[in-house]
Antibody
Framework: QLHLQESGPGLVKPSETLSLTCTVSGDSFNNVLYHWGWIRQPPGRGLEWIGSIYSTGSTSYNPSLKSQVTLSVDMSRNQVSLKLTSVTAADTALYYC???????????WGQGALVTVSS | EIVLTQSPATLSLSPGERATLSCRASQSVGNYVAWYQQKPGQAPRLLIYDASTRAADIPHNFSGSGFGTDFTLTISSVQPEDFAVYYC?????????FGQGTRLEIK
C-alpha cells in the first residue's frame, strides 16, 4: 500500500506564500513514472483541483489558480511540493495531495493538511 | 473549462433503498468520469473510474454508467456506511474538474 503525507505550516498570513510538501512511502513505491495531484477543500465545501505534476516535472494547473501556483517534484526524496503565492482568506482550505491511477483519476490520497490564512 | 453539475444536492433515503445520483457535464467527456465517496473527516475515496469500472475493494452494490455528458452512480441497496458525500470528476485535456457533490443522508 502507498501512504501519502502532507506537511507544512497550518497558518499563513495574507499576501504571503503557502508552502506544502507531500511525501510518499510504502512497499510498492518505486522509481517509476508517477503522476501527482493537489486538491483543496474549503471548510464545509466541495473539492477543487489545483494542479498536477509528473515525476518528470511536467505540470498542469487549474486555469483559475495558474498565476499563483507552482508545483515541483523531488524524486530522490519521494516528495512533491506546492507553492501558492499571494494568499487571501479565500485560500483557507484542507489541502490534499493524491496519486493518479489509470492516467486520469485520484486513487491514493493523503489525509490532508489544513491551512488557515489569517493575520 | 468543463463544468460538472450533480443532482440532487441532497438525497434522503432509508437503509436498503436504491440510490441514484446524477452528474451532467457541460460538454462531452467520453467515459473519463470517476466517482468518489467522502465521509466526514476523511479524504475522498475512489469508487468508480472510466464511468463504470469499480475500483479495488469497492462493493458490488456500487455501479456507474453513462457516456458523453450524462453519468449515474447507483447504489443498489444503501447500507448505513454509505451515507456520505459523493463527487463526480472528469478529466479533459489534462485538466480536472469536480462536481459540487451530492449528500446522501439517512431519512
Amino acid at each position: 500500500q502507498l501512504h501519502l503525507q502532507e506537511s507544512g505550516p497550518g497558518l499563513v498570513k495574507p499576501s504571503e506564500t503557502l508552502s506544502l510538501t507531500c511525501t510518499v512511502s510504502g512497499d510498492s513505491f518505486n522509481n517509476v513514472l508517477y503522476h501527482w495531484g493537489w486538491i483543496r477543500q474549503p471548510p464545509g465545501r466541495g473539492l477543487e483541483w489545483i494542479g498536477s505534476i509528473y515525476s518528470t516535472g511536467s505540470t498542469s494547473y487549474n486555469p483559475s489558480l495558474k498565476s499563483q501556483v507552482t508545483l515541483s517534484v523531488d524524486m530522490s526524496r519521494n516528495q512533491v511540493s506546492l507553492k501558492l503565492t499571494s494568499v487571501t482568506a479565500a485560500d483557507t482550505a484542507l489541502y490534499y495531495c493524491a496519486l493518479y491511477v489509470w492516467g486520469s483519476y485520484l486513487g491514493y490520497w493523503g489525509q490532508g493538511a489544513l491551512v488557515t490564512v489569517s493575520s | 473549462e468543463i463544468v460538472l453539475t450533480q443532482s440532487p444536492a441532497t438525497l434522503s433515503l432509508s437503509p436498503g433503498e436504491r440510490a441514484t445520483l446524477s452528474c451532467r457535464a457541460s460538454q462531452s467527456v467520453g467515459n473519463y468520469v470517476a466517482w468518489y465517496q467522502q465521509k466526514p473527516g476523511q479524504a475522498p475515496r475512489l469508487l468508480i473510474y472510466d464511468a463504470s469500472t469499480r475500483a479495488a475493494d469497492i462493493p458490488h452494490n456500487f455501479s456507474g454508467s453513462g457516456f458523453g455528458t450524462d453519468f449515474t452512480l447507483t447504489i443498489s441497496s444503501v447500507q448505513p456506511e454509505d451515507f456520505a458525500v459523493y463527487y463526480c470528476q472528469q478529466r479533459s485535456n489534462s485538466l480536472i474538474t469536480f462536481g459540487q457533490g451530492t449528500r446522501l443522508e439517512i431519512k
